[in-house]
């Protein structure tokens, strides 16, 4: 499984970003997609995950201002960050969730800064 993550950009505080990930390869019907960030000596914190069947969490990082989303015909998971702030600053990270382990693509950067 190959995942391109796209979306990522210069925004300033305050505003929106919607980053888009599409999963190619061997696609599994039951999966879980994920989206995670990492800033430098940070360990990767996850923001939030969907299942095929459109179950969602979110871990604190992600509550009230992100949304996670998918399109199953597309392959394609989406996050909506609203009202960035300069602490969302850092590389973020598609994850594909399958039974016999994990997939993650490279991360596209999000920079929030006026």
């Known amino acids: 499984v190959q995942l391109q993550a796209s979306g990522g950009g210069l925004v300033q505080p305050g505003g929106s970003l919607r980053l888009s990930c599409v999963a190619s390869g061997r696609i599994f019907r039951s999966n879980i997609m994920g989206w995670y960030r990492q800033v430098p000596g940070k360990e990767r914190e996850l923001i939030a995950s969907i299942t095929s069947d459109d179950r969602t969490t979110y871990a604190d990082s992600g509550k009230g201002r992100f949304a996670i989303s998918r399109d199953n015909f597309k392959n394609t998971v989406y996050l909506q960050m609203n009202n960035l702030k300069p602490e969302d600053t850092a590389v973020y990270y598609c994850?594909?969730?399958?039974?016999?382990?994990?997939?993650w693509g490279r991360g596209t950067l999000v920079t929030v800064s006026s």
């Open positions: 994850n594909y969730v399958v039974y016999h382990g994990d997939y």
